[in-house]
Nanobody
């Protein structure tokens, strides 16, 4: 059993920044793939960043250059630094984790989001223009 707890969401004006954190607990170990998945109003879930067991991180093209992702193995925490926020970044942001060797593929294929077995409750991000 893995528990994930997100924090850091909020309301911000376009061009602003937020930092999301996801703390994992329970049976979480280094071998887990972790990802940030967002769901905009009326849209499908989209994985925007992932971190695999080897520390490799990747972000989706939609946020490349704006949302660096990082992971602290010792504290079991995944971060998402959200810069230059746009109104289209509005949505619920979820942390997800699973044991999966092809972790980096999730940002290229939205259908692979279903691979994740552990989800947090989500944190809301609202960007006003």
């Amino acid at each position: 059993q893995v528990e994930l707890a997100e924090s850091g969401g909020g309301s911000v004006q376009a061009g602003g920044s937020l930092t999301l954190s996801c703390v994992a607990s329970g049976d979480m170990y280094r071998g887990y793939c972790m990802a940030w998945v967002r769901q905009a109003p009326g849209k499908e879930r989209e994985a925007i960043a992932s971190s695999d067991a080897g520390g490799f991180t990747i972000v989706a093209d939609s946020v490349k250059g704006r949302f660096p992702v990082s992971r602290d193995i010792s504290s079991k925490t995944l971060y998402l630094q959200m810069n230059s926020l746009k109104s289209e970044d509005t949505g619920m942001y979820y942390c997800a984790a699973t044991v999966w060797e092809n972790c980096r593929l999730v940002v290229r294929d939205p259908s692979l989001v279903q691979q994740f077995q552990n989800w947090g409750q989500g944190t809301q991000v609202i960007v006003s223009s």
